[in-house]
């Protein structure tokens, strides 16, 4: 429809036509539409977004909202609803609530939770001022607004079940209407944009929503009057529309407070999650136009039960239409549409976290990390899944300037952050209902990624993979928080290289990721490991330790506690001369730029009990860092 508009204003223009006049064509012709929504908040994210654009049409003049039904039973499913109103500013919409509906229907994301998250203060996050246990029965609702309305007025986009509609249908006359549920329905309603179907070569089935409800679906299919248009957005229309949980984030970054935010920060949210019901609403608002829509039928909903059909029959003459997929930019371009939206916030924070800034180091860092933990935190756990790896944590301060070979510089603002991420990732496993945890450690380029790759940890409460260096007191801390908060299923991976292996592997890495360990740091990460093991067993008999080595790189391969105790983490002069030697030749190779010169190298004088031979070379490699270096900045 916007788009017929704009066409209209610029072909009155170029006929000479003052703009004024043009200005007032288009608020003549942009009628607000009547609509209802009817959605089963409480699962699926798709109904989110589409109540979030939703609000977003109201502000600017398109849809006339007269309710909101919600048919998903449940009080909080409602106080969704009266979150999102609150926010987006439309405090006063009706909203009515199925109380007899699909009873335990599947919920993918429980996310009607964020209804309990409370502030600082411990008063509740997001403003409510609707009293659920107060609210209206939807059909009831349906049968007030729609006696208030204009005859053929009202849109009604159903992305739900058909159960609040199909008691509509059956009810008789009350307080509100001397007609039937169906001929109140019929007077009033146009069109019905609804979210079911398949429609394509080989597969009828009729979508989850109408599977779910199979019995109400077929009372609204059947008893549907022939003069109402129905529209239906079959669910291969959204398989193709995937929000991704960190675009989410990330297209949220910028606000510190938002129930969507609140959602995907508090509930695992990468459930193959798709945006099908968005694509009613916005078919409803802005035309036929931004849709390729089959010819008119008729469609018969066929009820099996979880096998339910819905079977089209072209037909001129028919009142039912379906949206019709195009190829992979049309969905992109829908899918930007909604992203659109997401970034459109009416409480913008005064921080952000994907701008870049400044290079920030050191101490500077972590003033800039520190008010921003929420949503460095938010970023990560986008994607972590189930895994907290520091070093991957990293990544978030690259737009300050961290880029994989200054990580000393990072390190402090690091573990502030992590700190406060591994209580909030222990807190998500127990409400998840787990209680295992897998430590992965071992000195940096052990192999400990590949080596954890070999187990099957999709199921763990949560993955801890860290080389932990520092002697035993990381590791212990990492125990006791999760025994703490109730994860007492504990497994330690320890896994082992040889030093040499270690830092071949580490530079390979870094020239990939530019994230290097040096010399002194690797010596002092592999040290750190010896006798870990025999520690585990004296203070934690009740952990399962797991030995893994990769020595030579021929693991990963799980060995005996009594062959992983003969491990040899002392390191000969010989093997520090080898690496020297190694680090010397990669010097003079060429292959790094200026700045991965010192993140490799490091600080070669921390090296503890150096031999004269070593110190010699040592100095070689300073000696040559420096000439490198004063080459490129000239």
């Known amino acids: 429809m916007r788009h017929l508009i ?96 699909v009873k335990n229907p599947r919920c993918f994301i429980p996310y009607n939770g964020i209804c309990d998250l409370k502030d600082a203060q411990g008063q509740p996050l997001f403003k409510r001022t609707l009293d659920a246990n107060k609210l209206p029965d939807g059909y009831k609702l349906y049968r007030k607004l729609l006696s208030k309305a204009e005859d053929n007025s009202i849109v009604v986009v159903a992305i739900g079940f058909a159960t609040t509609l199909s008691q509509l249908f059956e009810s008789g006359a009350d307080e509100y209407s001397q007609l039937s549920g169906l001929e109140l329905f019929k007077q009033k309603v ?87 019901d968005t694509n009613c609403l916005v078919n409803a608002v802005l035309g036929d136009n931004e849709y390729h829509l089959s010819p008119r039928g008729w469609v018969t909903f066929v009820d099996k039960g979880e096998m339910s059909e819905m079977l089209f029959k072209p037909d001129p003459n028919g009142n039912a239409r379906y949206q019709m997929p195009g190829d992979s930019y049309y969905f992109q371009e829908k899918l930007m549409d909604i992203r659109r939206h997401n970034r459109i916030n009416r409480y ?63 390190r402090e603002a690091e573990k502030m952050v ?69 994860l007492n299923k504990i497994t330690v991976m320890l896994v082992y290289n040889d030093i040499l292996t270690s830092f071949t592997n580490s530079i390979n890495r870094g020239k990939n990721t530019n994230r290097f360990c040096t010399v002194d740091y690797m010596l002092q990460s592999f040290s750190d490991n010896k006798g870990k093991l025999e520690w585990l067993q004296k203070q934690h008999p009740e952990i399962t330790i797991i030995p893994v080595t990769c020595e030579g790189n021929k693991g990963p391969r799980k060995i005996s506690i009594e062959e992983a105790l003969k491990w040899d983490y002392d390191v000969s002069e010989e093997e520090v001369n ?56 000239n």
């Open 6 to 101: 704009l066409s209209i204003i610029l072909c009155l223009c170029a006929s000479g036509i003052q703009a004024q006049n043009a200005d007032n064509l288009t608020r003549q012709k942009v009628q607000p539409i009547n609509m209802i929504l009817d959605s089963d908040f409480g699962s699926s994210t798709d109904d989110l977004f589409a109540l979030m654009m939703l609000h977003h049409y109201i502000d600017d003049g398109l849809v006339d909202l007269k309710g909101i039904i919600v048919d998903r039973e449940g009080e909080k499913n409602a106080g969704i609803v009266d979150i999102f109103n609150n926010y987006y500013g439309h405090p006063d919409i009706p909203v009515g609530l199925e109380r007899n509906g």
């Open 190 to 276: 146009k069109a019905v944009y609804i979210q079911s179907g398949r429609f394509e070569a080989g597969d009828s089935l009729s979508g989850y929503n109408m599977r779910a409800a199979s019995k109400q679906s077929a009372i609204f299919y059947s008893k549907l009057p022939e003069k109402v248009d129905l529209i239906m957005s079959p669910s291969n229309i959204g398989d193709k529309m995937n929000y991704l949980p960190q675009d989410v984030l990330v297209d949220l970054s910028y606000t510190d407070w938002n129930p969507i935010k609140a959602v995907y920060t508090n509930y695992t949210c990468d459930t193959g999650q798709r945006m099908w």
């Open 348 to 410: 913008p924070s005064r921080l952000t976290i994907e701008a870049p800034q400044p290079t920030l180091l050191s101490s500077a860092a972590t003033a800039w990390a520190k008010p921003r933990i929420g949503l460095l935190i938010d970023k990560y756990l986008a994607t972590a899944g189930n895994k907290l790896d520091p070093d991957e944590f990293r990544t978030v301060f690259q737009p300050i300037g961290y880029y994989g070979g200054n990580v000393t510089a990072y």
């Open 418 to 486: 992590v700190d406060s991420l591994y209580t909030i990732m222990l807190d998500r496993a127990v409400r998840h209902g787990k209680n295992t945890l897998t430590i992965i450690t071992g000195a940096p380029g052990s192999g400990k990624s590949t080596a954890a790759r070999q187990l099957n940890l999709k199921n763990e409460g949560l993955v801890y993979d860290a080389a932990l260096s520092g002697g035993t007191a990381r590791l212990e801390k990492v125990i006791s928080r999760a025994k703490a908060k109730g």
């Open 578 to 633: 080898q690496m020297l030697s190694t680090l010397l030749d990669v010097v003079n190779s060429g292959e790094l730029w200026e700045q991965q010169l010192p993140s490799l190298v490091g600080d070669l004088s921390a090296i503890p009990n150096l031999s004269t031979r070593n110190k010699k070379l040592a100095n070689e490699i300073n000696t040559r860092v420096e000439e490198l270096l004063h080459n490129y900045r």
